[in-house]
């Protein structure tokens, strides 16, 4: 009997995903727990593995589509196997009931989207019963109707990508649905001085469409810019004590397994200032100052599609082999498309190691709804005056960008000058 491949539910809140690309295509065979297709979702881009070995007898759903957790996506099994429902029906017999709603597709905004609600069953309510806290939460933002969008989602259910579609089709129809001014006949010297030059040719280019995962970076930017003010606080730091820690230590955790990097003593260093300083591990709210018990830190990293921040769960509670461990599996599984919803969900603070790409300093933007976000710059050996002599020191630049509402100057440069103390005199 053919076996169905569902839509798996990704994380928590994950609703529905989108099929970014087939690994496998009819008629080839997959092994158990070799990557079948990539899935992609708001957050992150991740690979699917067959449950079971054999034949992709039947793809039911292309790539570009965004169906709902549970939908059946292929049907796996030995060639020749019949297949259930319509797809095995003969033409001209009547349809039995398919295991997943019928796969027609149709474009919204330069995305494919599916299913359609079948005829004769309800189409999209005037206004829909139910949508993500995410589709609300643009509808209030930029004052949408969402009684005028037509829902691709399952059932007809308005996703965030038929509203981001919307906002794009009203952005360009407004200027020409703007009425033109009624105005009398301008002077003949007027209309000879005022004659029309020629418009310019547009310019020549390539029009990259964006993906769920740079529209999703772009929102969640623009809204932190909008959210919190932004304030950024720069220290010089010696990272002496932590060079030689780790030349003497590296080869003693590569043979336990881990690749010692630097980020992982910044990160060991983040959990002592956080520990000392509270507030900065903190949500603002409304009615008060939501501190988090949890040290979450999240790490940002760049992968070939955008930016993702993998988060280190309960970082309070690793040492440093541990840290390195963790780090090394999430930067890994985050370059080969391997993580899951979860593993960027639940951060309360953020790190971001630009300096491994040759930068010195940065202003990084917020990751909402956390406090602040430390940047550290290219370690590099710089000249310095120590107590009144020149010395030659690995030094490194570290930002602090922290929300103005939760934070005043004096607690931020405090919490920057005690991750500045753990690095400096690391044991």
């Given at each position: 009997m053919a076996t169905e491949v569902i839509m798996p539910r990704l994380g928590e809140g994950v609703i529905e995903g989108l099929i970014a690309k087939w690994l496998k295509q009819e008629g080839e065979t997959v092994g158990q727990y070799e990557p079948l297709l990539e899935i992609e979702t708001d957050k992150v881009t991740t690979e699917a593995t067959a449950e079971t070995a054999g034949t992709v007898l039947r793809i039911l759903v292309p790539e570009g589509a965004t169906v709902a957790v549970g939908t059946v996506l292929a049907y796996l099994g030995q060639p020749g196997e019949a297949l259930p429902g319509d797809l095995a029906t003969p033409a001209g017999a009547p349809p039995t009931a398919a295991p997943a709603p019928a796969a027609r597709t149709h474009t919204n905004g330069g995305?494919?989207?599916?299913?359609?609600?079948?005829?004769?069953?309800?189409?999209?309510?005037?206004?829909?019963?139910?949508?993500?806290?995410?589709?609300?939460?643009?509808?209030?933002?930029?004052?949408?109707?969402?009684?005028?969008?037509?829902?691709?989602?399952?059932?007809?259910r308005i996703t965030k990508n038929d509203v981001l579609a919307y906002l794009e089709n009203r952005t360009v129809a407004a200027p020409a649905l703007a009425p033109p001014a009624v105005v009398?006949?301008?002077?003949?010297?007027?209309?000879?001085?005022?004659?029309?030059?020629?418009?310019?040719?547009?310019?020549?280019?390539?029009?990259?469409?964006?993906?769920?995962?740079?529209?999703?970076?772009?929102?969640?930017?623009?809204?932190?810019?909008?959210?919190?003010?932004?304030?950024?606080?720069?220290?010089?730091?010696?990272?002496?004590?932590?060079?030689?820690?780790?030349?003497?230590?590296?080869?003693?955790?590569?043979?336990?397994?881990?690749?010692?990097?630097?980020?992982?003593?910044?990160?060991?260093?983040?959990?002592?200032?956080?520990?000392?300083?509270?507030?900065?591990?903190?949500?603002?709210?409304?009615?008060?100052?939501?501190?988090?018990?949890?040290?979450?830190?999240?790490?940002?990293?760049?992968?070939?599609?955008?930016?993702?921040?993998?988060?280190?769960?309960?970082?309070?509670?690793?040492?440093?082999?541990?840290?390195?461990?963790?780090?090394?599996?999430?930067?890994?599984?985050?370059?080969?498309?391997?993580?899951?919803?979860?593993?960027?969900?639940?951060?309360?603070?953020?790190?971001?190691?630009?300096?491994?790409?040759?930068?010195l300093f940065a202003t990084p933007i917020i990751n909402q709804p956390q406090c602040g976000i430390l940047g550290v710059g290219q370690i590099q050996k710089r000249v310095v005056v120590i107590e009144d002599m020149i010395a030659i020191r690995p030094m490194s630049y570290v930002s602090f960008t922290f929300d103005h509402r939760i934070l005043d100057g004096a607690s931020a440069d405090y919490f920057v000058a005690s991750f500045k103390e753990v690095i400096e005199r690391w044991q």
């Open positions: 995305h494919t989207a599916l299913p359609e609600v079948p005829a004769g069953q309800a189409s999209r309510q005037a206004f829909p019963t139910r949508v993500s806290p995410v589709v609300a939460r643009m509808a209030a933002e930029h004052a949408i109707d969402l009684s005028q969008i037509d829902g691709t989602g399952r059932g007809g009398g006949p301008p002077p003949a010297a007027t209309r000879l001085a005022a004659a029309p030059s020629p418009a310019p040719a547009a310019s020549p280019g390539d029009l990259i469409p964006h993906s769920n995962m740079r529209r999703a970076i772009a929102e969640h930017m623009v809204m932190s810019k909008h959210t919190s003010p932004h304030v950024t606080t720069v220290f010089e730091v010696d990272f002496s004590a932590v060079t030689a820690h780790r030349r003497a230590h590296k080869a003693s955790f590569a043979n336990d397994g881990a690749n010692l990097t630097f980020t992982a003593y910044i990160v060991a260093a983040l959990v002592q200032a956080l520990k000392r300083h509270p507030r900065v591990n903190s949500t603002w709210r409304d009615d008060g100052l939501l501190l988090k018990r949890e040290i979450n830190i999240g790490m940002a990293t760049a992968i070939e599609t955008g930016l993702i921040v993998p988060v280190i769960k309960n970082a309070d509670s690793l040492n440093l082999l541990g840290l390195a461990r963790t780090i090394n599996d999430l930067a890994n599984r985050a370059r080969q498309n391997q993580l899951r919803p979860d593993d960027v969900q639940g951060g309360t603070f953020t790190l971001t190691n630009h300096g491994t790409s040759g930068s």
